[in-house]
């Protein structure tokens, strides 16, 4: 059975082709991360445009991609939500539409369920019972899932995500968009110890996470030394007026400009926040796993593309015994892949969603 997946949540406009399940045969992800980059995050109504631009060549190109034609679809399945309303509708429309005149099954897919699945996508596995850490720009959660289909949030962020403290961190720090990447990239070189950010909720005894805390803590740190500098440069002023020439000839350090984070000490920051957020996530995950008594740990979401995060998390199953699958960095963004997956086996268990089905930008796991 060939399933055609298509996620239009974001600002990636997605589609795949997946056969029994299992096999990804294509799966094109076109992203937008060029034309909202200026504006230092997502506008909706650009990436709403852009997905009605360009997902029928999508489309198009993942069928060919997977050898596949219209006629040997068997059925559909787009992302209904969480997500931009707007972007929501463009993906959801197309697929609904395809079906009705193509006469398939469709079928609307949760996104953040179709994330608990593509840890085993990825690794051709057939599933079993795991905790499952889903950890995105906006999500950070941890499920118990007991089979496809059948599972419990343990814990979530109950005010910013991990990817979102990320994002705002960089933007502190004008490091770019997307900051993820920017803020990784950075502290590669840096050292994480240096600063002693706060680990929010780590050590309560609940699944929750918090993450803002963390990212104030830097905000605080770069306000203290901003006036750190302010001081010492207006003390060097006094000195300076105090030697001032007699002759009323300028002081060429008078007008000098406030200096900034040398790159050093912006690696040490990055690192710092890097490694408090990696702590809580790892840690969580941990504790969960053997609350819930699984042998697997799965992970997914943009944020489990971070290095840290894979690194630490492996040393720390293989501390405590237990396997971990980590979806591979192409289905940990926003993919259609992973809607395919899900799609065929709600359709294969029998399941279909009605052709007016609406899109439902709050859409809860």
Not at 349 to 355: E, F, T, V
Request: proline share 5%; aromatic share 4%.
């Amino acid at each position: 059975m060939l399933v055609l997946g298509i996620e239009s949540s974001c600002d990636e406009t997605s589609a795949a082709v997946v056969s029994d399940g299992a096999r990804i045969l294509s799966n094109v992800v076109a992203s937008q991360i060029a034309l909202h980059r200026p504006y230092g995050g997502v506008v909706p109504e650009l990436a709403s445009r852009h997905h009605l631009k360009i997902i029928n060549t999508v489309v198009t190109d993942a069928l060919r991609e997977a050898g596949a034609t219209l006629d040997q679809i068997e059925g559909v399945a787009a992302t209904c939500g969480p997500g931009l309303a707007s972007s929501l509708l463009i993906g959801l429309t197309f697929g609904k539409s395809l079906a009705l005149a193509r006469g398939l099954p469709f079928i609307g897919i949760n996104h953040m369920e179709a994330h608990l699945i593509s840890p085993w996508l990825s690794a051709g596995r057939a599933f079993e019972p795991n905790v499952s850490l889903i950890v995105s720009g906006g999500h950070t959660m941890l499920v118990h899932v007991r089979a496809i289909g059948d599972h419990t949030v343990l814990g979530q962020t109950t005010d910013d995500a991990a990817g979102e403290a990320f994002d705002k961190v960089a933007k502190l720090l004008g490091l770019g968009y997307p900051g993820g990447p920017e803020v990784e990239k950075a502290a590669r070189s840096g050292n994480p110890a240096a600063i002693p950010f706060p680990r929010g909720k780590l050590n309560d005894p609940d699944f929750d996470f918090s993450f803002s805390g963390v990212k104030t803590a830097v905000l605080y740190w770069l306000r203290k030394r901003e006036q750190k500098e302010k001081a010492e440069v207006s003390s060097q002023k006094s000195v300076i007026r105090s030697q001032k020439p007699e002759d009323g000839s300028p002081s060429p350090a008078s007008d000098a400009p406030r200096s900034t984070l040398n790159a050093q000490t912006l690696s040490d920051l990055c690192a710092s926040f890097q490694q408090a957020v990696v702590d809580v996530l790892v840690g969580k995950a941990i504790a969960a796993a053997l609350a819930m008594r699984v042998r697997f740990v799965t992970v997914s979401g943009g944020v489990a593309c971070n290095g840290a995060l894979r690194d630490q998390l492996a040393a720390a199953c293989r501390r405590n015994g237990l396997e971990l699958l980590m979806a591979d960095r192409k289905l940990c963004t926003d993919n259609a892949g992973m809607i395919a997956g899900l799609g065929w086996h709600k359709l294969h268990a029998g399941l279909r969603s009605p052709l007016d089905l609406d899109a439902q930008p709050n859409l809860r796991l």
